[in-house]
């Protein structure tokens, strides 16, 4: 099974996706978070942190960060366990720093996310049901 984490970084009422790029083995030409798997070693918020920072450029203030859930998807050895943080606040502006695995990032209004082609249909009802105030 692959452990792996991911951020919703959410402004205003919006989150930042990434989409991962056409060509990914897993997962191509959806909207997804950014985020990625656990080094050995690391607790799942310093995955986070890092893999944010990686993928975005930012840096996650720890303490604004919160445990919205879990989802899973596929089976057997290609069985994943998605970790999912809700990211309150952050130093730096987003920008795309993995363009191999993401051919763009959008803020995408939290009430708008059922319109979109996502890796986990069930993101947008974990990400409503966060009753925590957002930046902005």
């Given at each position: 099974?692959?452990?792996?984490?991911c951020?919703?970084?959410?402004?205003?009422?919006?989150?930042?996706l990434?989409?991962?790029?056409?060509?990914r083995?897993?997962?191509?030409?959806?909207?997804?978070?950014?985020?990625?798997?656990?080094?050995?070693?690391?607790?799942?918020?310093?995955a986070?942190?890092?893999?944010?920072?990686?993928?975005?450029?930012?840096?996650?203030?720890?303490?604004?960060?919160?445990?919205?859930?879990?989802?899973?998807a596929?089976?057997?050895?290609?069985?994943?366990?998605?970790?999912?943080?809700?990211i309150?606040?952050?130093?730096?502006?987003?920008?795309?720093?993995?363009?191999?695995?993401?051919?763009?990032?959008?803020?995408?209004?939290i009430?708008?996310?059922?319109?979109?082609?996502?890796?986990?249909?069930?993101?947008?009802?974990?990400?409503r049901?966060?009753?925590a105030?957002?930046?902005?």
């Open positions: 099974m692959h452990v792996v984490v951020g919703a970084l959410v402004e205003n009422g919006a989150v930042l990434v989409h991962r790029s056409p060509t083995r897993a997962y191509p030409d959806l909207w997804d978070l950014p985020g990625g798997h656990l080094e050995a070693g690391e607790s799942k918020l310093q986070l942190a890092r893999e944010i920072h990686e993928e975005l450029g930012v840096h996650i203030v720890a303490e604004s960060s919160s445990r919205l859930g879990d989802l899973h596929g089976s057997g050895q290609d069985a994943v366990h998605v970790s999912v943080w809700h309150r606040d952050w130093v730096g502006p987003p920008t795309n720093r993995a363009p191999e695995e993401h051919d763009d990032i959008a803020w995408v209004e009430s708008e996310l059922g319109g979109l082609p996502l890796v986990f249909g069930a993101l947008p009802a974990l990400l049901s966060s009753a105030p957002t930046r902005g």
